[in-house]
């Protein structure tokens, strides 16, 4: 901390190494200039040569961690999505686990398959159900055990993910650390396809991050397949080891600071910012131990560029990860999580955050006292300069939401980004959550599934298993506490009647995603089910941690509704072997339809074809375009819809000059495999369901040099039966390529703040 004194100003000695803890444009926290130099002439060979144009390399896999000073970078061109074993009918089934898309084999139950270029970016399974996991990396096998495996009736207290110098923590962790799940952020890149397959089926739950990235454009690293040889490296590691509060002292260039007592209610600004652009490299509040609660119930407010609003208006205790400062054990750090930190010493509890922050002229930020008095309450605030380009930056946001009394049948809306700061649209990344998910230490609230909407889908791109399973954990945590660097449990008794004190009894986690984090383009529906299906009437607080600015890089430019006459005319549509045009009446994946009797999400009404030949229809674009991403709408009652996609310019003469676009692939169906055996050992079971849900959507980016310059494209599908049973032995049911809609969104810039 500085010195008590309202705008203390200090300058570290070496502001030429600051850059090396993830200031705006550096490479990651090295330990000398030699290594600096070493990541730099690695970094001139693997990626491609940039013009004064171009947007920067987006920091990808390890990277992402290396360079996390760059968190603010608009990730345009890259899409996440979270993939999960849930109960397909939104109901709780085996607390949404052994929900697989097919078996392949007894020993080969598959959870997620992929085709064409991607990262899996990070893997939750509860303990070691599942066990061994086949990871296939471009169509070769990569089997990983938990060492528990091997006898699972008698498991290993210091279970470690096998080959485990592959999997080292802190970037994977067993159910010894976590409480109840094995998490791995071990980034697993493929070039052309990938599958993730269980081997035993028992309480088989968990939940995947992948990313897509528009091919061409500019990464920090390529994408290359997996080799399964290499550990991960030794500097990334290192760096996930230390916590806020330790990345915080070098994390600037200048640094503010100031003391004085907080009064109930009042603001208290935190002076002395200078006039941007400049980026907030860490905030740091310190109090007395013994007025701990009374920091926690405060609130921090910031606002960037004398905008309407505060991009963050939130409670101290929530903003810093954890529901309250109350410490029951005594530890040392309340939350060690790598952007945020809550440490006690014998006589103080200091807070550290260091999500970077930028602003481009003003950064106004201060304190509001809650129901009781702080005394002596210190805080300082470090910033350094900007180097990105400000048209590529998105300012930080701190989005709080109470939800004292949730209705029932409907998720929660954590987060909406049409709403935040006077609405419209907004461009940016999904960084973390940090939330209270019970006032009176009740943990069956934990059963229910995050589910994220973005640029105005109707699918979500992100659909989990349950609300601990977010927050790191499995099985409740076996009600025990726990922080590690993106994940934790850091407070709440592990019932009420073992709770010490009143605000033992509040229950919270938190989240934060760095390389797995969730890019949108136009705007963000953030939701959380409360209870397994939406019935719990849990008092919620909630805090959604993200990166936005004013505008959309995402525009849909056109759509083409199939099955619609006009439209079909108006696009050249030409599809000889499709179907005639039929109605589906159905719903797509969210929660329960039906609760209590009474009808939540009724069914709606769409019109669409089949083909099992080719489809071509054209699509208005941008010329301006910085890439562009196919959204179709479909019958998911068609398993496995596989097809190879062509693009020509729709305007140039003569006969179109196909040029391939890559495979576009949707595995498993509304149909699904339930395997969920009593035992952890018996076989798996073959129990085929089939939900209500035969409504969803599905993306494509399109290459850059099949869109850049162009103002309309013509695109061919050829449908590529995969032609699999759901499990051996099981029919194949009829295949066909299923089309209700196509869209066009094309990625665009947006000017800088002025």
Wanted: overall charge negative.
């Amino acid at each position: 901390m500085g010195p008590v004194g309202a705008g203390s100003v200090r300058r570290p000695r070496r502001p030429w190494l600051d850059r090396s803890p993830g200031g705006a444009g550096s490479y990651g926290d090295w330990s000398s200039l030699a290594m600096q130099l070493i990541y730099a002439l690695i970094l001139l060979v693997v990626t491609p040569r940039a013009h004064a144009d171009d947007p920067p390399a987006i920091p990808v896999g390890l990277d992402a961690i290396r360079q996390w000073g760059r968190w603010p970078l608009l990730r345009t061109g890259v899409r996440a999505y979270m993939r999960s074993t849930y109960d397909r009918v939104g109901g709780n089934e085996g607390a949404d686990a052994s929900h697989f898309l097919y078996q392949e084999a007894d020993d080969a139950n598959v959870a997620l398959d992929l085709a064409g270029p991607g990262l899996v970016c990070f893997t939750r399974f509860n303990h070691w159900h599942g066990s061994p996991w086949t990871h296939e990396v471009d169509g070769v096998r990569r089997v990983v055990r938990e060492s528990s495996t091997a006898d699972p009736l008698h498991p290993d207290p210091d279970a470690t993910f096998l080959p485990s110098h592959l999997f080292p923590e802190p970037l994977a962790f067993t159910w010894a650390a976590t409480k109840g799940a094995d998490l791995s952020w071990v980034p697993i890149p493929f070039e052309r396809s990938y599958r993730l397959a269980y081997g035993r089926t028992h309480y088989g739950t968990g939940y995947y991050i992948f990313q897509r990235f528009v091919p061409g454009m500019r990464l920090s690293t390529p994408i290359r397949s997996w080799d399964f040889a290499t550990p991960p490296a030794a500097d990334v590691l290192a760096l996930l080891r230390r916590s806020a509060d330790e990345l915080a002292p070098d994390a600037g260039q200048s640094e503010v600071s100031g003391g004085a007592d907080l009064e109930p209610g009042k603001p208290l600004a935190l002076a002395g910012l200078p006039a941007g652009p400049a980026t907030v490299r860490a905030i740091t509040l310190s109090a007395p131990r013994s007025r701990a609660l009374a920091l926690g119930r405060s609130r921090l407010r910031i606002t960037w560029d004398d905008r309407a609003e505060p991009s963050a208006d939130a409670p101290v205790a929530l903003f810093f990860g954890a529901g309250t400062l109350y410490n029951r054990d005594g530890r040392e750090y309340l939350v060690k999580a790598f952007p945020a930190s809550v440490r006690f010493d014998a006589d103080r509890v200091s807070l550290a955050c260091v999500f970077p922050m930028p602003f481009f002229r003003t950064a106004r930020m201060e304190l509001v006292g809650g129901p009781d008095p702080v005394a002596d309450v210190r805080w300082s605030v470090r910033w350094s300069g900007l180097s990105d380009p400000a048209d590529r930056l998105a300012y930080f946001h701190a989005t709080y939401r109470d939800h004292p009394t949730p209705e029932p049948g409907r998720d929660l809306t954590l987060l909406d980004t049409t709403r935040a700061e006077g609405g419209g649209d907004w461009s940016g990344h999904l960084v973390g959550t940090s939330f209270i998910f019970s006032h009176r230490a009740a943990l069956t609230t934990l059963e229910g599934d995050p589910r994220f909407y973005f640029d105005d889908a109707e699918s979500p791109q992100a659909q989990g298993t349950g609300t601990e399973e977010w927050g790191g954990g499995g099985d409740y945590w076996g009600g025990r506490n726990m922080t590690l660097p993106l994940a934790g449990h850091p407070v709440g008794a592990i019932d009420a009647a073992h709770a010490k004190e009143p605000e033992d009894l509040i229950e919270s986690a938190y989240r934060f995603l760095l390389p797995d984090l969730m890019p949108f383009g136009r705007n963000a529906r953030i939701t959380l089910e409360p209870g397994g299906t939406n019935e719990s009437a849990e008092h919620y607080e909630t805090l959604t941690y993200w990166y936005g600015r004013p505008g959309a890089t995402l525009v849909r430019t056109d759509s083409l509704a199939v099955g619609d006459p006009e439209s079909e005319h108006a696009h050249g549509y030409r599809s000889p072997d499709a179907s005639a045009p039929y109605e589906i009446v159905s719903r797509f994946e969210r929660g329960v339809d039906h609760l209590h009797g009474e009808e939540i999400f009724p069914a709606q009404r769409e019109r669409g074809r089949t083909t099992t030949g080719t489809s071509e229809f054209t699509l208005r674009l941008d010329p301006a375009n910085a890439g562009v991403m196919l959204r179709r709408r479909l019958d998911y009652a068609y398993p496995d819809q596989r097809a190879e996609v062509d693009v020509a310019d729709a305007t140039a003469p003569g006969k179109p000059a196909w040029q391939p676009a890559g495979t576009w692939y949707l595995a498993g169906s509304n149909t699904c495999v339930y395997s969920n055996p009593k035992g952890e050992l018996e076989g798996p079971q073959h129990i085929a369901q089939t939900s209500n849900r035969r409504l969803r959507e599905d993306e494509f980016l399109l290459p850059l040099s099949a869109t850049q310059g162009r103002r309309s494209i013509r695109v061919r599908i050829r449908f590529t039966p995969v032609s699999r049973p759901l499990f051996p032995g099981h029919p194949i049911p009829p295949q066909a390529w299923s089309e209700i809609r196509y869209e066009a969104h094309c990625y665009v810039r947006t000017p800088a703040p002025s």
